[in-house]
């Protein structure tokens, strides 16, 4: 799997969007791009993936560079119970078996009043 | 909702005690995965299941084994508890190729 670098921490007022980069410059062809984030004491939280479009749902906007080297989420109108770490990960999907996801050290995300 | 169930939140148990640690979801995924987090060196795999009865070992299998009989339920035994194996416990699962949902984890102590 390629490897994800994110920084280690961000600070985000409340009501302003909430840019988190990441990069993958090793990314190959058919490895998506995954979005969880983790809220102390709970377990990990789906956020949002894609491969190569931008995508949006309910909690979050994707944008991926076109080389896919990098990507950014983006969490519109951050509040305070969005303070958790967020966790880039780069993998490829694999339709014949499960496959394990590598969490690394993600970013952690303050959001303040 | 995808629902992932973990019997209990937290749990202590003795060294050389044997654990079992539940898991259950009611999305029908064919994938179950359980992990270990500890601090520092984040989640790491222990073993998976793609179906029923099948099983496959992750990164730090040693010490554990698992069981799943049935589609929704997929069971983390610890053998013979020991102190190293104090952690928080999550288990995931998954339809094939789609993203996996996480239960809120089991902080587990071995005294």
């Known amino acids: 799997d390629a490897k994800t670098t994110q920084p280690p921490s961000m600070d985000c007022a409340e009501g302003r969007a909430a840019n988190l980069p990441c990069n993958h410059s090793t990314i190959s062809g058919n490895e998506y791009v995954y979005w969880y984030r983790q809220i102390h004491s709970q377990g990990p939280q789906y956020i949002i993936h894609?491969?190569?479009n931008n995508e949006t749902n309910e909690m979050a906007s994707l944008i991926i560079t076109e080389d896919r080297k990098s990507s950014t989420l983006i969490l519109p109108h951050a509040t305070l119970r969005d303070t958790a770490v967020y966790y880039c990960?780069?993998?490829?999907?694999?339709?014949?078996?499960?496959?394990?996801?590598?969490f690394g050290k993600g970013t952690s995300l303050l959001v303040t009043p | 909702d995808v629902k992932v169930t973990q019997s209990s939140r937290y749990l202590v148990k003795r060294t050389g005690e044997k654990v079992f640690l539940e898991c259950v979801q009611d999305?029908?995924?064919?994938?179950m995965f359980w992990y270990r987090q500890d601090p520092g060196l984040g989640l790491r795999l222990i073993y998976f299941s793609y179906d029923v009865k099948m099983k496959e070992k992750g990164d730090i299998p040693e010490g554990y084994s698992v069981s799943r009989e049935k589609k929704e339920r997929f069971s983390l035994i610890l053998e013979s508890a020991s102190t190293n194996q104090t952690s928080m416990y999550l288990c995931?699962?998954?339809?094939?190729?789609?993203?996996?949902?996480f239960g809120d984890g089991t902080r587990l102590s071995i005294l």
């Open positions: 995931a699962s998954s339809p094939h190729g789609e993203p996996q949902h």
């Open positions: 990960i780069v993998r490829s999907r694999n339709s014949n078996s499960g496959y394990a996801l590598n």
């Open positions: 999305m029908d995924h064919e994938n």
């Open positions: 894609g491969l190569k």
